[in-house]
């Protein structure tokens, strides 16, 4: 294992110079004292590993420090924080910095989702720090509670706003009335999205944050590849304003869910929420995860969840643990079994409630023939509305000629159920079209 | 320093079996495996320390486990949990069992306002573990956060509602119009509150928590004495309702700020907060606490404040973390030199926003004469109201016989000239009474 006596500098070798690279490297070089007085020891950036030297950057970070060979950096540095994202170089870089006894922080979710076992389990048998606070909610301190402090408890369920390019324009889509593409393009000029948004608008930004923070609070080898994911790009306009009539907003949310006895079923998904839910009025570019746990009850972690400024934060909180750690000469020991093993589970073992919007026939019997088929299939109902009647082009029609609107907003019920409920509610003769079926988050 | 192999388990001492200690004493029995897996070792609670082994408590701790010999217990522990409460015999306690190198998790705030610094470097001087996470907010993981996930940040501001007993009162008399005596009573009588509530809604609670806090964030010595503390019990129904009829809620809250070159602040005071503010909707015996630091910008950290289960958990997390360190040998390092010397400021030297309540006389050029007092004392006004006409008796007059009700509300200003400008305001003729002069944070 890498030490160093709290006489010589611990060095720091940095991959990637993004926005959140760069200020990373400028808080290391212009707040060198604080970083160090913090770590209790001096540290020392000793090279910044780069593609192109002369890109331009949010800080001109010193010649000297630029460099494009990133093995020789990792081989010569008690610390690496790699900021490259996506599965390769990064994840051979880091494989090597760990196997070396180098700290390693890291931002990189979609690695981390991936190969996160792994590269802990790589950390515990060399006994090298290995942190990634910032993979998830930017500037939040998440994954240390998560980790930590809640380490003496059991959680049953973790759920939150992980991505703010989606909270944008869900956001947009709702106070405005964009549509989505429009509310994309405005997100893409803002620079809130990326040219090819596919990561986000599809949900695997959030994804890969679902399988990282439910295999931290399940203790359990979760991979992208067990959350269940559906993005944006389906929700509309229309979406949007019948569940603002109701009360509602959509927000995408990453959510881990524990069922006793079975396992924990991962999903990402555009979701009904009260707009009384604390995770509502999360605006813009904000993130925030709602934890709970059997003791400590619910709790619900705030912040910026992206950025150079604030991720770079996180980055540099995981660097003073991890520095502290070497400079105390702590081996991480080998994660022990873990109090119980908990399965992935299919999206179909999904318990939550939802709400189904659909055009019905104006007749009567309809409501009953209709609740008929929920109560078949054990599905129960916690509300009906019938907020107006619509005529073939959609436009709302008070002489009630082509059909009314029902929405109805179910029970805690089984995805499996639901999706059989459906299926008959679409065979049905006075079910025109069922228009939309969300799920619903009520509780907090 | 007590060390244990993986092999033989790791002994746990509990002092006291209140609320939360016969929680924890439940969880260490009941769930032992648990907590064990989590530390990666064997855990063992040895020994119970309580005055009086028949009281009745919240879980019935098995009569084999309860001892009156608390020093006897610190002294067979690798690890001791001191829910005792109160300076002594808490204190004495913690310093024998930090001294033999035991780990001590603690949630006595009153203690760690006062000693937290010297008890920290004892600590040190032995290389044991001291961890107080439930000292501050209940359930809430605050405490680790601000210490090791924004190390790498400057704090310079934490402000929250760390305090249920008073949040309850308050939000009671808020919603219902109760009057101060009829919360209270109504708190005590739901167990809310004490039968001696002096400690809470005098606001002595609320400050050592602003100590531990304040220490944290800017690390630096402070005690509860470096506190300026105002309870609720001068609060009034008028006060609540005037605040209410502008858009504000009043809430107590503990606050700590750091003024660039200067030093701190530290200050428990009813504070007005606009009804939209994310503090302004914690209700009941929740828990909020924003942070805001150089880089991470705003954070916020909301769940439980209180109760024995809640706050359990905090104590269990700590214990899981101690636990963790004894068992990698690690020895905790002698705090380093903080990176910059933050004093303790007097109250005086606050810069916040005020809102000022007074009843003048209906004449004209009254608004000119009090502006120009606000501009000779250099402290700008943000907005001016003239809610009503007040008659004698306090109720709204429409004939404006009697004189006018205005209400002001400042842009930042220092304490020192808000004060003289009261003082000022006061002394002239136009100015029949000044009701009611409540400090106010407007952003978040």
């Keep these: 294992m890498t030490m160093a006596s709290a006489a010589e500098p611990l060095t720091i070798g940095l991959l990637g110079a993004g926005s959140v690279g760069a200020q990373v490297a400028r808080t290391l070089v212009e707040e060198r004292d604080l970083i160090s007085a913090r770590v209790g020891a001096p540290v020392r950036l000793i090279g910044v590993a780069v593609r192109d030297v002369e890109a331009p950057r949010d800080w001109r970070i010193p010649g000297e420090l630029l460099t494009t060979d990133a093995e020789s950096l990792v081989d010569q540095a008690d610390l690496v924080i790699e900021l490259l994202g996506g599965l390769e170089p990064a994840g051979a870089l880091i494989d090597r910095a760990l196997r070396r006894g180098a ?18 389990a790589t950390a515990a048998e060399t006994g090298a720090p290995l942190h990634f606070e910032a993979s998830v909610g930017g500037a939040i301190p998440i994954l240390r509670p998560i980790q930590e402090s809640l380490s003496g408890d059991r959680i049953t369920k973790v759920m ?7 909270n944008y324009i869900l956001d947009q889509m709702d106070t405005t009335g964009a549509a989505f593409e429009d509310a994309l393009s405005e997100a893409q000029r ?22 990282i923070l439910g295999a931290l609070a399940f203790h359990a080898p979760f991979t992208i590849d067990d959350v269940h994911c559906e993005g944006i790009t389906a929700v509309t306009g229309a979406d949007i304003e019948a569940a603002a009539a109701s009360g509602y907003v959509i927000k995408l949310l990453a959510i881990a869910e524990k069922f006793d006895g079975e396992g924990a079923v991962l999903r990402v998904h555009p979701t009904l929420l009260p707009r009384t839910h604390p995770l509502a009025s999360v605006r813009g570019a904000f993130n925030a995860v709602f934890v709970v746990a059997e003791n400590a009850g619910e709790l619900m972690f705030y912040g910026q969840g992206a950025g150079g400024v604030p991720t770079s934060s996180a980055v540099l909180g995981d660097l003073v643990s991890a520095a502290r750690l070497l400079r105390q ?28 919007d659909m055009e019905v ?22 509300a009906m509305r019938q907020p107006g009647i619509v005529s073939v082009d959609g436009e709302v029609d008070t002489d009630h000629d082509n059909g ?13 159920s639901l999706a059989e409920t459906v299926a008959t509610l679409k065979a049905l003769e006075v079910v025109r079209a069922v228009t939309s079926v969300l799920r619903v988050e009520i509780e907090q």
Excluded: M
Aim: glycine share 10%; aromatic share 4%.
């Design 103 to 120: 700290g390693v922080v890291t931002g990189n979710k979609a690695l981390l989702a991936v190969r996160g076992g792994e590269l802990a």
């Design 160 to 166: 939150g706003i992980v991505n703010g390019t989606t």
């Design 361 to 382: 026939a104006d007749e009567e019997g309809v409501i009953a023939e209709i609740a008929r088929v929920f109560a078949d299939h054990h599905v129960s109902i916690e």
């Design 329 to 356: 000469g702590t081996t991480v020991l080998e994660p022990s079994e873990p109090a119980e093993i908990v399965p992935a589970l299919p999206i179909e073992k999904a318990r939550t409630q939802y709400y189904i």
């Design 404 to 416: 009314a609107v029902l929405q109805v907003v179910t029970h805690p019920a089984q995805e499996k």
């Design 190 to 211: 803002l620079g809130y999205a990326e040219a090819d948004p596919t990561a986000d608008v599809e949900g695997h930004d959030a994804a890969a944050k679902a399988a």
